[in-house]
């Protein structure tokens, strides 16, 4: 399974990006899958920002993008969507995406790197201020 995510760029506060990731590969039904986007800033740790379920009706976001990001699917392309809006300076960071693949990880553990089975090469959102 490959991972490609795409839509990164150099934006200033309060404008907007939407990152891709596109899955590849793989045997798994295209409904089957839930999604994950994780970002990090130079010098930190690898940091959880969203996940959509494989059902697609339930999504989950750190508190620090709540009400800014918003995480789509589109089954038939077999890819994923982060729309982020209001960007802050401090979104600044490479974004991953990654995919759980059945048997699906438990709910606890889509916030961490465990709950992910492929993880995309990442995309570099860059914010000024």
């Known amino acids: 399974v490959q991972l490609q995510a795409s839509g990164g760029g150099l934006v200033q506060a309060g404008g907007s990006l939407t990152l891709s990731c596109a899955a590849s590969g793989g045997t798994f039904s295209r409904n089957s899958v839930s999604w994950g986007w994780f970002r990090q800033a130079p010098g930190k740790e690898r940091e959880f920002v969203a996940h959509i379920r494989w059902s697609g009706s339930n999504s989950y976001y750190a508190d620090s993008v709540k009400g800014r990001f918003t995480l789509s699917r589109d089954n038939a392309k077999n890819t994923v969507y982060l729309q982020m809006n209001n960007l802050k300076p401090e979104d600044t960071a490479v974004y991953y995406c990654?995919?759980?693949?059945?048997?699906?990880?438990?709910?606890?553990?889509?916030?961490?790197?465990?709950?992910?089975?492929?993880w995309g090469q990442g995309t570099q959102v860059t914010v000024s201020s």
């Open positions: 990654a995919l759980d693949t059945p048997p699906l990880k438990i709910l606890s553990d889509i916030r961490t790197e465990r709950g992910y089975d492929y």
